[in-house]
């Protein structure tokens, strides 16, 4: 649906005239040209490695295009550096946070700019009064002096918002800008987003939420570097969107849900009871085997904690039982030897050691008792295993030796998952598992969420996208606040009724 903010028109603030880019044998953008005017919201469309990253960084100044030009205003530029696009007005605000952890929050709002000073000393005064108007506007509660490093991933990518806000863009590109945030904060961004473009400001954004299409004018799609597509009016729908970067019809995003056993209810692996959270009222609940447990609620409001505690990670009153058997995890070692598997949602600072091979980081969780005897590598066990979880997670790699960061989201999830597989766990923790991948890469890896519990696993998930709760879930327990409000079952579930429920903290 076309977004009902109506673009001023003109001369394009930013406009691509065959921009090519190549990294050593991989051609990552081919002669792609198109352009962004003032007041229009342009949706860049494409699974990951489609070339959207690589074209906003040329744009943004951090990637030098190869041949092709990029025109700003009335300008055109063979290539730009970070300092000139912040002259020319533009701002990016990208997935990969840039902040200095070690600064606050005020000191990295004000890095690079003209901070108010007296007799060349910041102006501490003012730039914690002009800080916290900011970040009151953006919806960040967080003190403008607390350090960076202790921020929540959502927080921090509303500071990096806050920023760009700052410096006034004449274009404003989101780069996965709201991947990490829930719901009502995404809908912060877009509200912001919305009342620049009414002021004349141009705005690109990158965004796996096909659902978040409502917002833009116009949608731009790239397939394998190249621009397969510009849709507008009533072309702008999730479904030609997806034919589009996929070169194929995707008949549905989510697959049919796996039928739960008929003893399902008779087979609880996982019983959590009393667990105090910090709200109001302890909560219990029970995972049966080969079910899809969805833990749902707004970000902020015990899911995180939840998984945590179930990892080892967190110390909170409450009991754990395994299989009926009732367990105390003092570290994530213990939950590993009662059959838990965590991957948290920032797979590449938490998951994953990205400059590592695929190979080391698939076997890592069985180094100690699987593939390794007295200090000494058992490279005949640990290679063909490795060769395991490719084939089973569809894993796209040339070489077991391809280093984690230079594979795409998807397939850095896949290992992510493939890494615990290896020590067949009875239960699996999964933060958010498809944050920042594209729609081909997600829909892999519900098939493989399916595989998994048809094995006899157990999962549970949280997601910031409602709509995977509904559709891959046999039932869905809500938090409000740290505390269990409810729970719906696969037939109760509707996205409107989680909604409800997320924002009230009433279960209807």
């Known amino acids: 649906m076309e977004s009902e903010t109506a673009f001023t028109g003109g001369a394009a603030v930013v406009e691509l005239r065959e921009v090519s880019k190549r990294f050593d044998a991989v051609l990552a953008v081919q002669k792609v040209s198109f352009s962004v005017r003032p007041g229009e919201i342009v949706a860049l469309l494409g699974e990951n490695g489609a070339g959207k990253s690589t074209l906003v960084k040329m744009v943004a100044g951090l990637v030098s295009p190869d041949s092709g030009e990029i025109r700003a205003g009335d300008r055109g530029f063979s290539r730009i550096n970070p300092k000139l696009a912040r002259q020319l007005g533009i701002g990016l605000v990208q997935q990969e946070l840039s902040f200095a952890p070690d600064l606050t929050v005020a000191e990295n709002l004000f890095l690079g700019t003209n901070a108010p000073n007296h007799a060349g000393f910041l102006d501490y005064k003012k730039i914690e009064h002009q800080a916290e108007?900011?970040?009151?506007?953006?919806?960040?509660?967080?003190?403008?002096?607390?350090?960076?490093?202790?921020?929540?991933?959502?927080?921090?990518?509303?500071?990096?918002?806050?920023?760009?806000?700052?410096?006034?863009?004449?274009?404003?590109?989101?780069?996965?800008?709201?991947?990490?945030?829930?719901?009502e904060e995404a809908e912060i961004v877009y509200g912001h987003a919305s009342r620049m473009a009414e002021n004349g400001v141009a705005v690109l954004l990158i965004t796996h939420r096909l659902a978040e299409l409502r917002h833009a004018n116009r949608a731009v799609v790239l397939r394998d570097g190249q621009l397969v597509g510009d849709l507008q009016g009533d072309s702008l729908e999730a479904d030609k969107a997806i034919s589009l970067m996929l070169g194929r019809e995707l008949k549905t995003?989510?697959?049919?849900?796996?039928?739960?056993?008929?003893?399902?209810?008779?087979?609880?692996?996982?019983?959590?009871?009393?667990?105090?959270?910090?709200?109001?009222?302890?909560?219990?609940?029970?995972?049966?085997?080969?079910?899809?447990?969805?833990?749902?609620?707004?970000?902020?409001?015990g899911?995180?904690?939840?998984?945590?505690?179930?990892?080892?990670?967190?110390?909170?009153?409450?009991?754990?039982?395994?299989?009926?058997?009732?367990?105390?995890?003092?570290?994530?070692?213990?939950?590993?030897?009662?059959?838990?598997?965590?991957?948290?949602?920032?797979?590449?600072?938490?998951?994953?050691?990205?400059?590592?091979?695929?190979?080391?980081?698939?076997?890592?969780?069985?180094?100690?008792?699987?593939?390794?005897?007295?200090?000494?590598?058992?490279?005949?066990?640990?290679?063909?295993?490795?060769?395991?979880?490719?084939?089973?997670?569809?894993i796209k790699a040339g070489h077991s030796n391809v280093l984690i960061r230079q594979l795409s989201g998807g397939n850095?999830?896949?290992?992510?998952?493939?890494?615990?597989?290896?020590?067949?766990?009875?239960?699996?923790?999964?933060?958010?598992?498809?944050?920042?991948?594209?729609?081909?890469?997600?829909?892999?890896?519900?098939?493989?969420?399916?595989?998994?519990?048809?094995?006899?696993?157990?999962?549970?998930?949280?997601?910031?996208?409602?709509?995977?709760?509904?559709?891959?879930?046999?039932?869905?327990?809500?938090?409000?606040?740290?505390?269990?409000?409810?729970?719906?079952?696969?037939?109760?579930?509707?996205?409107?009724?989680?909604?409800?429920?997320?924002?009230?903290?009433?279960?209807?």
């Open 253 to 301: 995003v989510f697959p049919e849900r796996v039928p739960l056993s008929s003893h399902a209810e008779s087979s609880a692996v996982l019983a959590v009871e009393n667990l105090n959270l910090g709200g109001r009222a302890p909560l219990s609940f029970v995972g049966h085997k080969g079910e899809i447990l969805g833990i749902g609620g707004l970000a902020g409001h």
């Open 303 to 394: 899911q995180h904690e939840l998984l945590r505690w179930l990892f080892g990670l967190e110390n909170f009153k409450g009991l754990l039982k395994i299989n009926g058997k009732p367990v105390r995890l003092k570290s994530p070692v213990d939950a590993m030897r009662a059959g838990l598997a965590y991957v948290p949602e920032e797979r590449k600072t938490e998951a994953l050691l990205v400059d590592l091979a695929l190979k080391h980081n698939v076997t890592l969780p069985g180094m100690l008792d699987k593939f390794t005897h007295w200090g000494m590598l058992r490279v005949g066990v640990l290679e063909p295993a490795v060769n395991r979880a490719r084939d089973r997670f569809r």
């Open 412 to 508: 850095q999830q896949k290992v992510a998952l493939a890494r615990w597989w290896l020590r067949n766990p009875a239960v699996y923790l999964l933060e958010d598992p498809t944050r920042g991948i594209d729609v081909g890469s997600k829909h892999e890896i519900y098939h493989l969420l399916q595989e998994l519990v048809q094995g006899g696993a157990t999962v549970l998930i949280t997601s910031s996208d409602t709509l995977e709760l509904v559709h891959l879930c046999h039932r869905v327990v809500v938090l409000y606040e740290r505390e269990m409000i409810g729970e719906y079952t696969a037939e109760e579930l509707t996205e409107e009724r989680l909604v409800r429920a997320f924002v009230s903290g009433r279960a209807s």
């Open 133 to 183: 108007l900011v970040l009151k506007e953006v919806g960040v509660k967080a003190s403008p002096f607390r350090f960076m490093r202790s921020l929540t991933l959502a927080e921090a990518q509303l500071v990096e918002l806050a920023k760009q806000l700052m410096r006034q863009p004449s274009i404003l590109i989101l780069d996965e800008a709201t991947s990490a945030l829930s719901a």
